[in-house]
């Protein structure tokens, strides 16, 4: 009875932390649940995701080959094991996890997005300016933390340039067009860019708080 109340405190605690992006808290509370129940199938590609998110590659990678091992062979762990590889610098092994996953049935976007992805490991220089760009999204992200989105948003254009499949640049350039500048018609652009290369909920609540505006915006013209 007390180790099922604990499980549901670490997960209750863990997915709130990742909603709201504290990807640290997650992690730890995945990590908990992972010692109450090490068969648990999820735990450590969640685990996984979180030290993605906090660019922590290489402890990733021993995350999703753990879930690999335990016979989960779903397309999120597949798209996750190849993006970690780009990020490690491993372009042969990127594009090998690529080519893996477009052997399946996919929807069309998501064929799409990884037709693009390996295009992008099977150019050295493609390859390598994706990684730059992943460095400025890394500057513009501190930046906007900083509340310097004037900055923020040079270094977001200039990773959209480097990387077409980055689409969280654009949604960055978005959430800055519609919070900061105030600028609809461009905000709508780079949300509609992003939702275009991946089915991102992020992205899709963007859109919503975007049209949410628009039609505020309209009431007050009406009046």
């Known amino acids: 009875m007390f180790k099922k109340l604990r499980l549901k405190y670490h997960e209750r605690m863990a997915f ?66 190849a993006e970690n590889a780009f990020h490690c610098g491993l372009r042969e092994e990127a594009l090998n996890r690529y080519n893996n ?60 340039r480097l990387d077409p499949t980055c689409f969280q640049a654009h949604n960055n350039l978005g959430v800055i067009a519609m919070n900061f500048l105030n600028d609809y018609k461009a905000a709508l652009t780079h949300f509609e860019k992003a939702d275009s290369l991946n089915d991102i909920p992020a992205v899709q609540m963007n859109i919503q708080r975007l049209n949410e505006a628009l039609l505020k915006e309209q009431e007050h013209a009406d009046d």
């Open 101 to 160: 996953i477009l052997k399946y049935d996919l929807p069309d976007k998501v064929r799409m997005f990884t037709e693009l992805k390996k295009n992008v490991m099977e150019d050295e220089k493609r390859f390598k300016d994706a990684l730059k760009s992943r460095t400025e999204m890394e500057k513009g992200d501190s930046l906007l933390a900083q509340g310097d989105h004037k900055k923020a948003r040079k270094h977001f254009a200039k990773a959209a």
């Open 16 to 81: 709130n932390g990742f909603v709201k992006s504290d990807f640290d808290t997650a992690l730890k509370h995945f990590r908990k649940i992972a010692g109450l129940v090490p068969e648990k199938e999820g735990i450590d590609f969640n685990s996984a995701v979180c030290l993605m998110s906090l660019r922590r590659y290489d402890e990733a990678e021993k995350y999703l080959q753990s879930e690999l091992e335990k016979g989960n062979e779903g397309l999120p762990l597949k798209q996750a094991l």
